[in-house]
């Protein structure tokens, strides 16, 4: 039984401000972010995230499994993206040798190009919507922040419910 149902810790009034901050400026940045690569490559910046990963890959490749872990999306979600990766031509899949049932995707050199030509205005983007707007001290303390959040919801736990394992 849920005993946080039966007796919730309500958030306080500052921690509800904090909370509300952070979600009206995730959902801000994410379609800031958005809008410019879809202006900029026609990509929204979840397969922008797919693509510089496979870019900072050896040989330009990863297991389909470890690609999705590092996008932090389902499978299903990275299947879609990688097939319209394909589609454009940035990327492609190849077969693993060593197992009959996993894949690889590899990073084309069209999907270079598309990359280096879109960096520079990602990280233009990047910096103007938050470092510009930050001290170095906050920059820090955001940096730290987040790594915190970040580690308490991906245990290492056998069996946890990540997005890359589902």
């Known amino acids: 039984m849920n005993t946080a149902s039966e007796n919730p810790r309500w958030l306080t009034d500052e921690e509800q401000r904090v909370w509300r901050a952070y979600l009206h400026a995730s959902t801000l940045l ?21 693509i510089v990963a496979l870019a900072e890959a050896p040989q330009r490749r990863l297991r389909m499994t ?20 394909e589609k454009n031509g940035w990327v492609r899949r190849e077969d693993c040798p060593s197992d009959k049932r996993g894949q690889f995707a590899v990073l084309t050199d069209e ?12 990280v233009s ?28 919801l991906q245990p ?11």
């Open 30 to 50: 994410e379609d800031h972010l958005d809008r410019q690569l879809q202006r900029d490559a026609g990509m929204p910046h979840v397969y922008y995230g797919l």
């Open 66 to 85: 470890e690609l999705a872990m590092k996008a932090k999306i389902t499978r299903s979600r990275l299947s879609h993206a990688i097939a319209r990766l």
């Open 111 to 122: 999907g270079l190009k598309v990359l280096e030509q879109t960096a520079p205005g990602h």
């Open 125 to 152: 983007a990047v910096r103007q919507a938050v470092f510009e707007r930050l001290t170095p001290e906050q920059q820090k303390s955001l940096g730290e922040i987040m790594q915190i959040v970040a580690e308490g």
């Open 156 to 166: 290492n736990e056998a069996g946890a419910d990540l997005p890359w394992l589902r």
